[in-house]
């Protein structure tokens, strides 16, 4: 029977908690999220179980480093109480949910940067963004010391970053990417979808369409990355976007620009509608 979820706010409260699983012989999992939880997150926790987890961990921690100073910090909608109960439907375990003095206490010093990942894309755009991440997941993972983390490639960056970052640290856990979860539109959940009315929502379901009819072209005509750009950048303009801030053809991997897709390779994008920023990505 899985045990009724829990919620802690301390590092304390939390390690107690893994320590009793971990003495039991049982495998953790790690679910890193600022909750307002959707299916998309609801996934990484199925996701956390199907790849070995006995018990998995959700916190929900609106990470004030990683927004910028004209961002949504203060908005984001934070709904504890309905994100419990939603990650009781799927058996997660503990919620660890602290606040920003447990978080960073007094005299907090310490940044953890990846360099070069964080060059292009969203880093430039969302100056410190991803050092606010990078510092934040280290914390989250060694305060739990998961054996498992489940990211989402919704997040496809920062997925990359994380991967970087655990590898280069030697930090002792599995990093696990989760496809990305879609409304019947097609459109990637997010909870920043919220903030849409209903006819931004339209706009907004149109980003992924682009995205999978160049990676059609491209997957047929690798040497079409610069035109499809152009195509794309076009079909966003005439759906409404107000502000493009990326539509790039990368290395899966690296992340490096690609004028010919002849690895693997993803097509990622960033827009805006109104003073709402969406993302998305998907593979060639
Ligand atoms: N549609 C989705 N499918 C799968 N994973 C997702 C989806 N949306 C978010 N995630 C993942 O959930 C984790 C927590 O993300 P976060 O709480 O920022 O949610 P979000 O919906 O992406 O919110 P935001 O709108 O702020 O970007 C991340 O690993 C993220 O990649
Ligand atoms: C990984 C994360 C929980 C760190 O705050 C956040 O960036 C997110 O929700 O994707
Ligand atoms: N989903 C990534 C968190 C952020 O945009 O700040």
Not at 257 to 273: C, K, M, N
Request: aromatic content about 6%; charged content about 25%.
């Amino acid at each position: 029977m899985p045990e009724k979820l829990t919620t802690v706010r301390t590092v304390a409260g939390l390690r107690a908690q893994v320590a009793r699983w971990r003495a039991a012989g049982e495998k953790v999992g790690l679910v890193p999220t600022m909750g307002a939880l959707h299916e998309g997150h609801l996934s990484l926790v199925q996701a956390a179980r199907r790849r070995g987890a006995d018990h998995v961990v959700v916190s929900v921690f609106v990470n004030p480093t990683q927004f910028g100073p004209n961002e949504d910090f203060s908005k984001y909608p934070r709904q504890e109480d309905s994100d419990a109960a939603k990650l009781e439907t799927v058996g997660a375990d503990l919620l660890y949910a602290p606040d920003v003095g447990e978080m960073y206490p007094d005299g907090f010093a310490t940044t953890v940067h990846v360099a070069g990942l964080t060059d292009g894309l969203c880093g430039p755009l969302r100056p410190g963004h991803f050092d606010g991440v990078a510092t934040v997941v280290s914390k989250l993972l060694l305060q739990c010391l998961p054996d498992i983390a489940v990211f989402g490639e919704k997040d496809y960056q920062q997925l990359q970053v994380i991967r970087r970052m655990v590898r280069d640290l030697d930090v002792p856990v599995l990093i696990e990417g989760a496809a990305t979860v879609r409304d019947e539109s097609g459109l990637a959940l997010s909870s920043r979808n919220a903030y849409l009315s209903a006819d931004q929502l339209a706009i907004a379901r149109q980003l992924n369409g682009v995205l999978f009819a160049m990676a059609e072209r491209i997957a047929a005509d690798p040497a079409r990355c610069r035109s499809e750009m152009e195509w794309g950048l076009e079909r966003l303009r005439e759906a409404g976007f107000d502000r493009i801030d990326y539509l790039a053809v990368c290395d899966a991997a690296s992340l490096e620009p690609l004028e010919v897709a002849d690895r693997p390779a993803r097509i990622l994008a960033a827009a805006f509608i109104g003073r709402t920023r969406l993302i998305d990505n998907i593979p060639v």
